[in-house]
């Protein structure tokens, strides 16, 4: 059965609670995009500095990410150099982090991930991510460190509802045989019409936003993409 997490983006706290109440009880982990407004245009919960009580409140053990006794979380941190703010990422919450390797510009990110405290690479899952126009080769030095690749479907990333870009598919392939064994996301314009494809290219799990979020019964939605 194919790994389907639903995605979501949510400019304020109050539209994350009501976007991830519609996954309770259907799936066990859901994709939170998190944009800083600088490595992508676009800005969301948390990095919205206008909502901050929730954040604060998460922070202090007052209270936790909405339905956090029902769902487990993965951040896909669109955020420049975001492994700097890993702590607070953590306390957020995190199951699952993603860091975009074109968001990494300092030299310490490698040494981050090879540094990494036991606890963090026993309890949680780290992920890579690369947009369309990186080539493979980028990721070797960091593979090992890593527990999965995700590779982003669309051009323009931070959005929802972008146009598929083909040129992910070869990645895919590329990357299924270098890497037989590796776990590989695929994010961004997975729909009806791209997910046969991406998974016979090589892909493990699909993340999916739009095509749930806008569907008329997500139950249903879910069982149809598993079933590819």
């Avoid at 963090?120 to 090992?144: H, M, Q, V």
């Avoid at 323009?156 to 070869?170: N, S, T």
Wanted: a negative charge; proline letters at 3%; aromatic letters at 10%.
């Amino acid at each position: 059965m194919t790994e389907i997490t639903p995605a979501v983006l949510a400019k304020d706290f109050n539209e994350l609670n009501e976007k991830l109440s519609k996954f309770v009880n259907l799936v066990s982990l859901v994709q939170i995009d998190i944009c800083d407004g600088k490595f992508v245009p676009s800005i969301s919960w948390p990095m919205n500095h206008s909502d901050q009580t929730s954040v604060e409140r998460i922070l202090n053990e007052e209270e936790g990410l909405p339905f956090w006794n029902d769902l487990d979380f993965e951040f896909d941190l669109m955020v420049l150099n975001a492994h700097k703010q890993f702590d607070f990422f953590m306390k957020l919450g995190a199951k699952r982090i993603i860091f975009h390797l074109e968001a990494e510009t300092e030299n310490s990110f490698k040494e981050f991930l090879e540094s990494m405290d036991p606890y963090y690479k026993d309890n949680i899952e780290i992920g890579l991510a690369i947009n369309t126009t990186t080539s493979t080769d980028k990721l070797e030095p960091f593979i090992n460190y890593v527990d999965f690749v995700q590779c982003m479907g669309i051009a323009r990333v931070g959005f929802q509802g972008e146009e598929f870009d083909e040129r992910v598919l070869a990645q895919i392939k590329d990357l299924r045989l270098k890497y037989p064994e590796l776990k590989i996301s695929i994010d961004g314009s997975v729909n009806e019409n791209t997910a046969r494809a991406l998974l016979e290219a090589g892909a493990n799990r699909l993340i999916i936003g739009s095509a749930l979020l806008n569907s008329h019964d997500i139950r249903e939605k879910i069982k149809e993409f598993e079933a590819l």
